[in-house]
């Protein structure tokens, strides 16, 4: 197939995610949620997605969970199907802080052990591999010391590995990450990007880290990418100050430009009847590395 | 007469003690485990919700009594297991529907069960009327009475039949439940997490609200109405006060269900109270009891 080989040439590095044009429009509403959405995401890569509420990150992660259906355009993870990559055990999922009933019957444990169990039938037990793997990853996140608590009284931090660990226990290819610094103190953001960075350090595994929060991303991602009808890096949205900006510029930033197939890393949605905010304003020149290293 | 006589008159002992207990145990059992998923999902209104559309079922029951008559020349039953079926399967269908139209984000549950609740009773009062002017124009006399005994029924009055009912419907219950346990809560956890990972969500839902149609209409006709609707809450509304294992929640309710019983059953006799409202109390009691013993709301 031709498309295959543009693929191919365009990027030596395993592609883990890669959305092609994608739009999105929720039934019964006139404007466009996503718009000529395109991106890539390598293999091993930590990509950070910023966005203002409202910007279209949650339509994004649920086309890229194949929750969604897009009205247009292509979505492939790991040349597949969203939802066959999900079917599969390929996506790890952790969900912007939830609501856990406070008395919720389980442990963090068991919580935990069921991201990898809830597939196996009911007459079977679970394995002693999948056990061995989930102490694995208690310990790897830091939550051994509270594995026997009720999953339902932690705090915002413990609750958050708890939830690492489960969307790593099905063994996943992908961890994608929806707005993990909500209820999460500048403290606690420090202990968080540690730990992002361990589980990137032992694993080796492709991450998405959706937020409105910079600073949730800056600390931990090799690339950054900016979704959203309004967002231009000189309109800064609350909490992008000139000094964190310049910490994400440090980075490397791939913001918005028009739909242009520079390395195919672009995100670019904006309203349909609105001017296209890039094509240079001093933001995402496209700095990128290529390998996704930083 | 007292709890004593009864218990010693073998004549008396098995229809108004030992049977009315067992009966009672199946239906406890079945709610029980159910109501810790009632109260996590604080699904604690669709109990109220499905049993009072049993009224819809029960008036094209009504109907379907009249034109087995009309047409087929049969005798109009009254009651019985071709009524519980109709009933039954009104009740899921109304179950499933609260579930699917609150399925989106801009109707949520409570506001389902309102409008079905409604629309299924004033659905039942109207072909009950129906029914009974057909019957009354091809000379039959009226079923219409029968829907009180699907409202109101009693523990005390249950027959040998219905023990089999109970635990029928029970061991389905159970059995269903440990068969989807898994998903389920994973579900009943984390449902936006869990449909991210792939969780089948709106068949386990469903799932859920068949098993609750089920043990609603049973227990309404075996018991009646109010303990119907008490016994999806409260046992798992204790238990989860009393422990935060799984196991120990499941055990603890299924416990509470069955001490409530005997204690209630044991008050009913010696007093000779209707064990129904006895039953709904002692729970009730229980749940305060727990509440108190817990330290009121304050949580560690």
């Known amino acids: 197939m031709p498309g295959r080989f543009v693929v191919a040439l365009r990027s030596p590095v395993p592609i883990a995610v890669e959305l092609q044009a994608v739009s999105y429009t929720y039934p019964g509403r006139r404007a466009s949620a996503l718009e000529g959405v395109s991106l890539v995401v390598n293999k091993g890569e930590r990509l950070g997605i910023l966005g203002p509420n409202g910007g279209g990150k949650s339509t994004l992660l649920k086309v890229i969970l194949g929750l969604l259906t897009p009205s247009s355009g292509v979505v492939r993870v790991f ?51 999948v056990r061995a793997r ?66 990137h350090a032992r694993l080796g595994i492709t991450m998405v880290i959706v937020s409105h929060d910079i600073r949730a991303i800056a600390a931990g991602c090799d690339r950054v990418a900016c979704l959203s009808r309004s967002l231009h890096f000189h309109a800064a ?51 990128n590395q290529p390998g996704g290293k930083a | 007469m007292n709890l004593v006589d009864y218990l010693r008159e073998p004549a008396l002992a098995w229809p108004l003690v030992y049977r009315p207990l067992l009966v009672g145990a199946g239906l406890v059992l079945m709610s029980g485990t159910l109501s810790v998923l009632v109260v996590l999902k604080r699904l604690g209104f669709v109990g ?48 499933l529907l609260m579930a699917e139209v609150s399925d989106r984000r801009t109707i949520r549950i409570d506001t389902a069960i309102g409008v079905l609740l409604v629309g299924a009773m004033a659905l039942g009062g109207l072909l009950v009327d129906a029914s009974r002017q057909w019957a009354g124009a091809i000379g039959q006399p009226a079923t219409g009475r029968s829907w009180e005994s699907v409202l109101f029924g009693s523990v005390q009055v249950v027959g040998d039949q219905d023990v089999l009912v109970a635990w029928a419907s029970a061991l389905l219950v159970l059995g269903t439940l440990w068969f989807v346990r ?108 727990a509440w108190r013993v817990r330290g009121g709301n304050d949580q560690a």
């Open chain 2, 182 to 289: 898994r998903p389920m809560l994973f579900w009943a956890l984390d449902e936006p997490a869990a449909e991210a990972f792939g969780v089948p969500v709106r068949r386990v839902r469903g799932v859920l609200m068949v098993l609750l149609a089920l043990a609603v209409v049973v227990s309404m006709k075996l018991a009646g109405v109010v303990p119907a609707t008490a016994l999806l809450v409260l046992p798992g509304a204790i238990a989860l006060q009393c422990s935060a294992r799984l196991w120990r929640v499941l055990g603890i309710s299924m416990l509470v269900g069955v001490g409530g019983l005997v204690a209630s059953m044991a008050l009913a006799l010696q007093l000779n109270l209707q064990p129904g409202p006895c039953l709904v109390l002692v729970l009730t009691v229980g749940f305060f009891v």
């Open chain 2, 48 to 95: 109220q919700g499905v049993s009072h559309s049993a009224f819809g079922g029960i008036g094209f029951a009504a109907l379907a009594g009249v034109a087995s008559s009309a047409w087929l020349g049969l005798r109009p039953v009254e009651g019985g297991l071709f009524e519980l079926g109709i009933v039954l399967a009104f009740c899921i269908a109304c179950a």
């Open chain 1, 134 to 199: 989930v102490e694995e990853l208690l310990a790897l996140v830091g939550a051994l010391e509270f594995a026997e608590q009720p999953i339902g009284r932690l705090s915002g931090g413990q609750l958050q590995r708890a939830m690492i660990a489960r969307a790593l226990a099905g063994g996943p290819e992908i961890l994608i990450l929806d707005e993990p610094a909500v209820g999460i103190d500048a403290a606690g953001q420090g202990q968080f990007a540690d730990l992002l960075a361990g589980v």
């Open chain 1, 79 to 129: 040349g597949q199907h969203p939802a066959g990559a999900r079917a599969k055990g390929l996506i790890g999922y952790v969900p912007q802080r939830g609501e856990i009933e406070i008395g919720f019957p389980l442990s963090v444990r068991e919580g935990v052990l069921l991201g990898a169990s809830w597939q196996t039938p009911a007459w079977r037990g679970v394995s002693a591999p």
């Open chain 1, 237 to 287: 949205p609350a909490g992008l100050t000139p000094q964190v900006l310049a910490e994400v510029f440090a980075h490397d930033v791939a913001g918005l430009t028009a739909s242009g197939p520079l390395a195919g890393m672009h995100i670019h949605a904006h309203g349909a009847g609105e001017a296209c905010p890039a094509g240079g304003h001093g933001h995402g020149h496209g700095h």
